[in-house]
């Protein structure tokens, strides 16, 4: 009998000081090999156009996935492109979509909404977090 792995994303949000920026949904499944969506909002103003998205497996520390705005093309950095999409096509919101999920997809996933600027950058972050196989 062959079983289906499934994916599951427990999401919980924190932000430093007020709740601006969330992730949704708060519960995500997807059976292995599917593909998984996570949301990024904030309430911060248009000129937080910039969003960067993290991945911390258990017992290690966090690496960026991708960095991605409105006014430029995603850098994935290290990651696979063809293993993460990401969409930005406003300031308010953006996603990541984890394509063929695994068991080595299990983590943490943060969201962080920064704005344009060399000085003085306010970032804001959520997390997705506790992503497990069962």
């Not at 599917?34 to 520390?61: E, F, P, V």
């Not at 995603?74 to 953006?94: A, I, L, M, T, W």
Request: hydrophobic share 30%; with cysteine; net charge neutral.
């Amino acid at each position: 009998m062959m079983r289906n792995i499934i994916l599951l994303i427990l999401s919980v949000h924190w932000s430093q000081g007020t709740s601006d920026v969330s992730q949704s949904p708060d519960v995500l499944m997807a059976v292995k090999g599917s593909s998984a969506q996570m949301n990024c909002t904030h309430k911060k103003d248009i000129l937080h156009n910039q969003m960067y998205w993290y991945r911390q497996r258990q017992g290690q520390t966090m690496t960026l996935i991708v960095f991605t705005s409105t006014s430029s093309k995603p850098d994935y950095g290290d990651s696979d492109p063809n293993k993460f999409e990401v969409h930005k096509s406003v300031p308010e919101n953006g996603s990541l979509t984890v394509k063929n999920a695994q068991p080595d997809d299990s983590a943490i996933y943060f969201c962080l909404v920064s704005k344009h600027s060399e000085s003085n950058t306010e970032g804001r972050c959520t997390k997705t977090p506790c992503t497990h196989i069962i």
